[in-house]
Antibody, heavy 125, light 107 residues
Framework: QVQLQESGPGLVKPSQTLSLTCTVS??????????WSWIRQPAGKGLEWLGH???????????SYNPSLRSRVTISFNTSENQFSLRLSSVTAADTAIYYC?????????????WGRGTLVTVSS | DIQMTQSPSSLSASVGDRVTITCRAS??????LNWYQQKPGEAPKPLIY???SLQSGVPSRYSGGGSGTDFTLTISSLQPEDFATYYC?????????FGQGTKLEIK
């Protein structure tokens, strides 16, 4: 079955760029009409959608981002590696959180039907 | 952005109890509402989509309802594995926002 796994540095210095990768196994990132998304969760707090990328068909590569982060966030994908990635620039302590990658099923229902286990990123000098 | 507000924020209940969690949207969202369960140290798990459709593999003691701005998640008879935090999420429009969560604890 399809599984997602986040990877990347667990510690990032303030003002630097956070970079994470989500590796999709058990299926192709380019098959099916899925969006691939990033969500984060500060310790003890709620969930925040960061954005998504679409990876199939004529709209392949199209992205959507949370306006609260739009100027700092970039999501991309690599078909050959079956991965998609998150870059968040100019990070501060407020960006410290568990970062999840997730698959989105349905452009209308837009539900996160498959999640990675999450990776903790701490922003600190 | 559409604000999602859950109530209560926390809830104590016993095994076998029937519990209902409420989620309110700041504007009408039809039935574009999903529910998730999260246990400590784990990723959220999808439970219900489109307000009332059960995700595959989710026990039938879970049910969802509502439309417009007011939604409910009901667990008909609590089991030990149901004690967790529950989140609603609107899928009506971007940015896709979540409620603040409802922590269901053992009484």
């Amino acid at each position: 079955q399809v599984q997602l796994q986040e990877s990347g540095p667990g510690l990032v210095k303030p003002s630097q760029t956070l970079s994470l990768t989500c590796t999709v196994s058990g299926g192709s990132i380019s098959s099916g009409s899925y969006y691939w998304s990033w969500i984060r969760q500060p310790a003890g707090k709620g969930l925040e959608w960061l954005g998504h990328i679409f990876t199939s068909g004529s709209a392949s590569g199209s992205t959507s981002y949370n306006p609260s982060l739009r100027s700092r966030v970039t999501i991309s994908f690599n078909t050959s590696e079956n991965q998609f990635s998150l870059r968040l620039s100019s990070v501060t302590a407020a960006d410290t959180a568990i970062y999840y990658c997730a698959r989105v099923f349905g452009s209308v229902t837009y539900r996160f039907d498959l999640w990675g286990r999450g990776t903790l990123v701490t922003v600190s000098s | 952005d559409i604000q999602m507000t859950q109530s209560p924020s926390s809830l104590s209940a016993s095994v076998g109890d029937r519990v209902t969690i409420t989620c309110r949207a700041s504007k009408p969202i039809s039935t574009y509402l999903n529910w998730y369960q999260q246990k400590p140290g784990e990723a959220p798990k999808p439970l219900i989509y489109s307000a009332s459709s059960l995700q595959s593999g989710v026990p039938s003691r879970y049910s969802g309802g509502g439309s417009g701005t007011d939604f409910t998640l009901t667990i008909s008879s609590l089991q030990p594995e149901d004690f967790a935090t529950y989140y609603c999420q609107q899928s009506y429009s971007s940015p896709y926002t979540f409620g603040q969560g409802t922590k269901l604890e053992i009484k």
